[in-house]
């Protein structure tokens, strides 16, 4: 989490609500969206680089003031700098317009990519493709996770979290429950003292309450495959979308724990082809559940799925945006959120070994691993070249 103050006053520019304004935000994240590889914080430097710098929409302290918001509530971090960003400049329809524009190239992008894996997945070219870009999300993903555990483990506490949700993970326990135990765990230790000042009865936790979602949740993580219908699909993404917190990357452990472990909707091998997928189109990682509707049920699927994983943020953004200044000064929701992402990093750590083990198979995908990540770790490359080299190596393993 990056460690910003919303504390300090800015002055906001009121929103100009006109048709002009809206086609403005329209164009510049439509732009964005079709061009901006590299993931979360790529996604953020091209949009400072663009409308703080270029286009003077916002100054950087209330730049830092919107990303700090967005480490305080759930949904995929550079999609929701782009609704608030939106929100800045043209009011509420300025969020639906920039937060929508900015993930409709990706998602164009993959429907199309979606259907060509449904027609050819399994010829030898698509399928010696993926083949050598698998092993090349592995490292990417280990990048991310490092730089992530830099910011969000600040001690023994969020360490010793971060490490029991990655053990609790692999012993079956629901990953909702990890994330919120270790917010709350945090949250209370980190405010002791404040506790001891709180009167007896406000200090009370209702046990048959906190009992019965244990339990509900439990019995979610070891239920058998379900059928399959759109609506249990757009359902089980909504409440990822609602609940997932830090970057695109999170994503991956939620869709795991919930449609692959759960439901039984997909396998591992494609998920972590939905992953590659992701990483090779530009804009939000997130549109990964695009390709995964898709698979399920063709476009309406794609959309539904789409829908399903962004909603929460459209309507999180709306409701925090007036809201930062306060939510950032809370000494609770600061260190809740603390909890909650070492507890999604260790999520992350999970998942990533579960990934790596259905990525590296032979001895030519440990090369190739091996290889982007000396390349990823030494020379910092933007990760469509990264990509583009699995691609390239899947590709020659295909003519031996």
């Given at each position: 989490?990056?460690?910003?103050?919303?504390?300090?006053?800015?002055?906001?520019?009121?929103?100009?609500?006109?048709?002009?304004?809206?086609?403005?935000?329209?164009?510049?994240?439509?732009?964005?969206?079709?061009?901006?590889?590299?993931?979360?914080?790529?996604?953020?430097?091209?949009?400072?680089?663009?409308?703080?710098?270029?286009?003077?929409?916002?100054?950087?302290?209330?730049?830092?003031?919107?990303?700090?918001?967005?480490?305080?509530?759930?949904?995929?971090?550079?999609?929701?700098?782009?609704?608030?960003?939106?929100?800045?400049?043209?009011?509420?329809?300025?969020?639906?317009?920039?937060?929508?524009?900015?993930?409709?190239?990706?998602?164009?992008?993959?429907?199309?990519?979606?259907?060509?894996?449904?027609?050819?997945?399994?010829?030898?070219?698509?399928?010696?493709?993926?083949?050598?870009?698998?092993?090349?999300?592995?490292?990417?993903?280990?990048l991310a996770l490092w730089a992530l555990g830099q910011r969000a483990v600040k001690g023994r506490l969020t360490g010793a979290v971060g490490i029991a949700a990655m053990g609790l993970y692999f012993l079956g326990v629901n990953f909702v429950i990890l994330l919120l135990a270790g917010g709350v765990v945090v949250m209370?230790?980190?405010?002791?003292?404040?506790?001891?000042?709180?009167?007896?009865?406000?200090?009370?936790?209702?046990?048959?309450?906190?009992?019965?979602?244990?339990?509900?949740?439990?019995?979610?993580?070891?239920?058998?495959?379900?059928?399959?219908?759109?609506?249990?699909?757009?359902?089980?993404?909504?409440?990822?979308?609602?609940?997932?917190?830090?970057?695109?990357?999170?994503?991956?452990?939620?869709?795991?724990?919930?449609?692959?472990?759960?439901?039984?909707?997909?396998?591992?091998?494609?998920?972590?082809?939905?992953?590659?997928?992701?990483?090779?189109?530009?804009?939000?990682?997130?549109?990964?559940?695009?390709?995964?509707?898709?698979?399920?049920?063709?476009?309406?699927?794609?959309?539904?799925?789409?829908?399903?994983?962004?909603?929460?943020?459209?309507?999180?953004?709306?409701?925090?945006?007036?809201?930062?200044?306060?939510?950032?000064?809370?000494?609770?929701?600061?260190?809740?959120?603390?909890?909650?992402?070492?507890?999604?990093?260790?999520?992350?750590?999970?998942?990533?070994?579960?990934?790596?083990?259905?990525?590296?198979?032979?001895?030519?995908?440990?090369?190739?691993?091996?290889?982007?990540?000396?390349?990823?770790?030494?020379?910092?490359?933007?990760?469509?070249w990264l990509v583009a080299f699995g691609a390239l190596a899947g590709l020659i393993s295909s003519a031996w």
């Open positions: 989490m990056t460690d910003t103050s919303l504390s300090t006053p800015v002055e906001h520019p009121a929103p100009t609500r006109t048709w002009r304004s809206y086609a403005e935000v329209a164009a510049v994240f439509l732009k964005i969206g079709a061009t901006a590889f590299g993931g979360p914080a790529a996604h953020v430097a091209i949009m400072r680089d663009e409308l703080v710098d270029r286009r003077k929409w916002v100054t950087d302290q209330h730049f830092l003031d919107l990303l700090g918001a967005t480490n305080l509530i759930p949904g995929p971090n550079s999609s929701e700098m782009t609704m608030h960003l939106g929100f800045v400049r043209a009011g509420l329809i300025g969020l639906i317009v920039g937060g929508t524009a900015f993930l409709l190239p990706a998602m164009l992008i993959v429907i199309g990519l979606a259907w060509a894996y449904t027609e050819y997945g399994t010829t030898p070219a698509a399928e010696w493709l993926l083949y050598g870009i698998k092993p090349v999300i592995i490292p990417l993903i280990v209370l230790v980190q405010n002791r003292d404040r506790l001891r000042n709180i009167p007896r009865r406000f200090g009370i936790i209702p046990l048959p309450l906190l009992g019965s979602g244990l339990g509900s949740g439990l019995a979610a993580a070891g239920s058998s495959a379900a059928s399959f219908s759109l609506w249990k699909m757009f359902w089980a993404l909504f409440k990822i979308g609602a609940l997932m917190y830090g970057s695109g990357y999170v994503l991956f452990a939620f869709l795991q724990a919930d449609l692959v472990d759960r439901f039984g909707w997909l396998t591992e091998q494609e998920l972590i082809d939905a992953i590659a997928i992701g990483q090779m189109t530009p804009g939000p990682l997130s549109t990964s559940a695009t390709f995964i509707g898709y698979l399920l049920d063709g476009v309406p699927g794609a959309i539904l799925a789409t829908l399903g994983i962004y909603l929460p943020a459209f309507i999180v953004v709306a409701i925090s945006n007036p809201l930062i200044p306060r939510i950032r000064q809370s000494v609770w929701a600061g260190s809740m959120l603390d909890g909650v992402n070492v507890a999604a990093l260790g999520l992350m750590a999970a998942v990533t070994w579960e990934l790596a083990r259905a990525a590296v198979i032979d001895w030519y995908t440990l090369v190739v691993g091996l290889a982007a990540a000396v390349w990823l770790f030494r020379y910092k490359p933007n990760s469509v």
